[in-house]
Structure formats: C-alpha cells, structure tokens
C-alpha cells in the first residue's frame, strides 16, 4: 500500500453520493451548494450530519436559520451542480443562473429542485468545529422520496458527477 492525501483517498471511495444542501438566503431566495460530505448519524431520533467549508455561504445560513434541506438530485442536473459548485451563494442566484425549476416543500420555506431523488427536511441540532471545516449535526423531521429518479453520485474524487449506472 502508499501513502495518500485525502484527495487522492476521495478515488479510493468513489462513487460517493452527491447532495445538493438547499439553505434559505436572506432574500427568501434558495440556495443551493453540491455537498459530499454528508453521512447519516442516527436511526432514533433520524440525524444527518454534513460538513461545510468554515466561510462557506451554505454553512452560514444553515446556522443563521436553522433550517436545511439536503437533497439527492436527479441526473438531469448534473451540469447544474458542477456550476453551483463553481460559484458562492453569497454573491450568486444559482437557482436563476443555472435554470434549475425548483418547487415548495410543505411546512418549510426552502424550495428543492424539481428533480429530487430525495430530500431530507432538518433541523440543526449543533455545528462543530472540524479542522477546516464545520460539521452541521440535524435532526431529520421528514424524508420524501421519488424512487423513480436517479440520484448523482460524484466519481474519481469528484472529478465526474454522473448517476450510478453511468460512472
């Protein structure tokens, strides 16, 4: 075996699923930011955990609200969540920019793009500080779910988005 870098172990580990972290921003608008540092964390009560770069627009306003919506998107908008990842929401509208149609979610403000795998309505129970990053601990308060859509999954280290059976 060698020695590796975590870039270079992110291959060892692919396909990884890849979310789309849906947060609310200021001006009511969604925002959306591809994510792969995500991990379910408990059964009971159903907790997810995901991680943000310490500046990152999503991680802000995910605390500043405390509410998120991670989502699985559908394969159709691969192109679209390369670009999303490629600009912050903080001086970006990537839903308008990337022309992604969005729809509600009952009980939430937070719209998800139309084509969802599936969706995962929270709310934060706690941030940790974890190196560079900030791990976001929430409580799911409901799934939803369409078993007819083919999530993303991010492949060679997050070099390719594509969906299970195209990587």
């Not at 009952?106 to 940790?128: E, G, H, K, N, Y």
Request: overall charge negative; glycine content about 8%; some cysteine.
């Amino acid at each position: 075996m060698k020695e590796l870098n975590i870039m270079e172990a992110t291959v060892y580990t692919s396909p990884n699923p890849l979310t789309l972290i849906c947060s609310l921003n200021e001006d009511g608008t969604t925002n959306l930011a591809p994510i792969c540092f995500v991990s379910y964390l408990s059964f009971n009560p159903p907790m997810i955990g995901f991680s943000a770069g310490k500046q990152s627009h999503t991680g802000k306003r995910v605390r500043e609200t405390g509410k998120v919506i991670v989502t699985i998107p559908g394969e159709s908008l691969a192109g679209a969540v390369m670009a999303c990842g490629s600009s912050t929401g903080a001086t970006a509208h990537k839903v308008a920019e990337n022309h992604i149609e969005m729809k509600a979610v009952d009980s939430s403000d937070i719209q998800i793009p139309t084509d969802t795998r599936l969706a995962m309505v929270a709310t934060l129970q706690q941030s940790v500080e974890v190196g560079d990053h900030i791990l976001h601990i929430c409580q799911v308060d409901k799934f939803l779910g369409d078993e007819e859509k083919k999530g993303l999954y991010a492949w060679n280290g997050f070099g390719k988005v594509a969906s299970a059976t195209e990587g």
